[in-house]
């Protein structure tokens, strides 16, 4: 076996693989050359389907045998945006002062490396010999529509007869400073778009036309008015929020014949889809009159209680860092979405205060940081017999 991989070279050279979405750039490649060095058996995988772009994806094991642990994440990233608005080239992986520049050096690409370096140091320690499976599950769909991604990832996997054991998604989960917060579970996400129809005419004489902004401000009043439950002991309250509001027309003497808007509902584990789908619908059939509504339902809200998973990483943390990290169901929606369905599943990373803006960055002490945690978690799950 090799020597141990360092965790911010290969950070570096993610980096410098322009993977946005649906783009790879050659990140995969990376990170399965790295991850063969140390006896990982890869398969890289594309994935499509009609309509959609082909994705690129990789599944790497190492170990026969059961605990199964699976490290899952993605290479790809959102845009950088406008290149005036950063200091340093987004793909050239430069370091200054102690912190590393780059679109994905926080979400998530120094993650992955991170975790591929403590995997590679674990088994140096144990001179490639252990009980069980470690995996690593890595999508180039994750920041795009997730449909050739994760999802068919794990199905792939399933078919093959890959059990796993654990799962833990390297996302930027603390906030402001390395062990603050896991996540173990994440509200689901409904997004809407109503159009209410009516009949244009002039504003002179109401009574010839049906106004359909009037029935629109009336049903999003009966939809932000009323409040979904108080939350629960992990999560949050469910919250509706209107995201736009579209009429387009340019005159002021005119009735428009359609008006629609887009809302979004982070729901908790108390609702599924369905449930506020119907909440939905009915609080604007009360309002009646013509409209459509199309749903889309980015994931369900999930949770994977306290236990043995949380522990092993809230002791990693709180070990190396000195900090009791919260357990949290917060932010938006991951790819922990999919893996619930498998096995317990909690997500733990980077800090992510500049994830997708201009000048993303992570400090070099939080990539040592984070590698030694995901060591330890490794250490803990695969306890030494005797």
């Known amino acids: 076996m090799s020597a ?28 399965e ?17 009609d309509g959609t772009a082909d994705i690129q994806n990789l599944y790497a094991r190492i170990g026969g045998g059961a605990p199964h ?12 945006g406008d290149l005036e608005n950063w200091s340093a080239d987004p793909f050239a992986a430069e370091v200054k002062d102690g912190v590393l520049y780059g679109r994905g050096a926080a979400d998530m690409k120094a993650g992955i490396a991170c975790f591929a370096a403590a995997a590679s140091r674990f088994l140096d320690g144990r001179g490639g010999a252990f009980d069980g499976s470690i995996s690593f599950l890595i999508t180039g ?16 996997a399933d078919d093959r007869g890959e059990k796993f054991d654990a799962c833990m998604v390297g996302e930027p989960t603390n906030p402001n400073a390395m062990g603050e917060m896991i996540k173990i579970g994440r509200r689901g996400s409904l997004n809407a778009r109503l159009e209410v129809i009516g009949t244009g005419g002039h504003t002179a004489y109401p009574h010839l036309a049906d106004n359909p902004v009037h029935r629109l401000v009336e049903m999003l009043a009966a939809l ?11 999560f949050q309250a469910s919250t509706l929020q209107v995201s736009t509001v579209d009429v387009g027309n340019p005159a002021t003497n005119v009735i428009p014949g359609k008006a629609s808007a887009r809302f979004n509902v982070r729901f ?11 909440w939905v619908r009915e609080r604007l059939d009360a309002i009646g009159g013509n409209y459509e509504l199309e749903i889309y339902i980015s994931g369900e809200a999930f949770l994977t209680p306290p236990g043995h998973l949380s522990r092993i990483i809230s002791g990693a943390v709180e070990r190396i860092t000195g900090r009791q990290p919260e357990l949290s169901t917060s932010g938006g929606t991951s790819d922990a979405r999919f893996i619930k369905d498998y096995c317990p599943v ?25 590698t030694d945690i995901y060591h330890a978690v490794l250490e803990d799950f695969f306890p030494q017999k005797g």
Request: aromatic share 4%.
């Open 33 to 49: 050359a790295e991850l063969e060095k140390i006896g990982f058996d890869c398969h890289p995988l594309t994935f499509s389907e």
């Open 69 to 80: 642990f699976c490290f899952a994440g993605h290479t790809d990233t959102v845009p950088v």
């Open 346 to 370: 909690a997500e733990f990373g980077l800090v992510g205060q500049t994830m997708h803006k201009a000048d993303e960055s992570i400090a070099l002490a939080d990539i040592e940081t984070l």
């Open 4 to 31: 141990t991989l360092d965790a911010l070279e290969l950070s570096r050279a993610l980096i410098r693989c322009e993977s946005i979405t649906p783009n790879d750039g050659g990140a995969l490649e990376v990170l």
């Open 268 to 278: 908790n584990d108390l609702h599924s889809a369905a449930d506020i789908e119907k």
């Open 141 to 156: 769909d994750e920041e795009g529509p997730a449909i050739n991604g994760t999802k068919k990832l794990l199905q792939w």
């Open 224 to 234: 932000t008015g009323d409040k979904l439950d108080d939350g629960t002991d992990h």
